[in-house]
T-cell receptor
Framework: SAVISQKPSRDICQRGTSLTIQCQVD?????MFWYRQQPGQSLTLIAT?????????ESGFVIDKFPISRPNLTFSTLTVSNMSPEDSSIYLC???????????FGPGTRLTVT | SQQGEEDPQALSIQEGENATMNCSYK?????LQWYRQNSGRGLVHLIL?????REKHSGRLRVTLDTSKKSSSLLITASRAADTASYFC???????????????FGQGTILTVHP
């Protein structure tokens, strides 16, 4: 399976600021996704990061709040903009590989907004 | 809306016992995947079962899928303290092409295995 890394692994940020999270994969992948896991909760899909075009956002998530870039098939960034304490979560990127669409996750970025 | 529901929400057992977790979902699926998460860290992929499969094994793991009941179960045999973690099911309802890969997660089961 692909090896996925994320930077930073954790951060504490002030309300009103923005944080960009990087996701790097060790092989080219077509499908890459971003998920959020709020404290004590399960994972929710934020968006599909499309290479060469705008990301596709799920209901409840908008580009102004969570802009995503996907400049190539091994890298993506997620920005959490104008943060509030409600944005405190673990953010995870994932990729799909194999003929049956197995999905693998990065180690996550733990964000705390104060 | 949340696709998956898991039960139990928490399970506490002794080392050596078997642990069974259940997952239910609401719509037709392409596949169902099980993950383990230790202490809020990244997710570890355990097993994928396709909609046309009924049972799969991987080491001490056994997964079943009943599409008529829209449910799946994960059995961990001869559990170890190191199996202590949260376990999530996730369904992929993709109908083809780029619609695959959008996972909907269950609420998870917290498993505690006592030495």
């Amino acid at each position: 399976s692909a090896v996925i890394s994320q930077k930073p692994s954790r951060d504490i940020c002030q309300r009103g600021t923005s944080l960009t999270i990087q996701c790097q994969v060790d092989s080219q992948v077509t499908m890459m996704f971003w998920y959020r896991q709020q404290p004590g909760q399960s994972l929710t899909l934020i968006a599909t990061a499309n290479q060469g075009s705008e990301a596709t956002y799920e209901s409840g998530f908008v580009i102004d709040k969570f802009p995503i870039s996907r400049p190539n098939l091994t890298f993506s960034t997620l920005t959490v903009s104008n943060m509030s304490p409600e944005d405190s979560s673990i953010y995870l990127c994932s990729v799909v590989q194999g003929p049956y669409y197995e999905q693998y996750f990065g180690p996550g970025t733990r964000l705390t907004v104060t | 809306s949340q696709q998956g529901e898991e039960d139990p929400q928490a399970l506490s057992i002794q080392e050596g016992e078997n642990a069974t977790m259940n997952c239910s979902y609401k719509t037709s699926i392409n596949n169902l995947q099980w993950y383990r998460q230790n202490s809020g860290r990244g997710l570890v992929h355990l097993i994928l079962i396709r909609s046309n499969e009924r049972e799969k094994h991987s080491g001490r793991l056994r997964v079943t899928l009943d599409t008529s009941k829209k449910s799946s179960s994960l059995l961990i045999t001869a559990s170890r303290a190191a199996d202590t973690a949260s376990y999530f099911c996730a369904t992929d309802a993709g109908a083809g092409g780029t619609s695959y890969g959008k996972l909907t997660f269950g609420q998870g089961t917290i498993l505690t295995v006592h030495p």
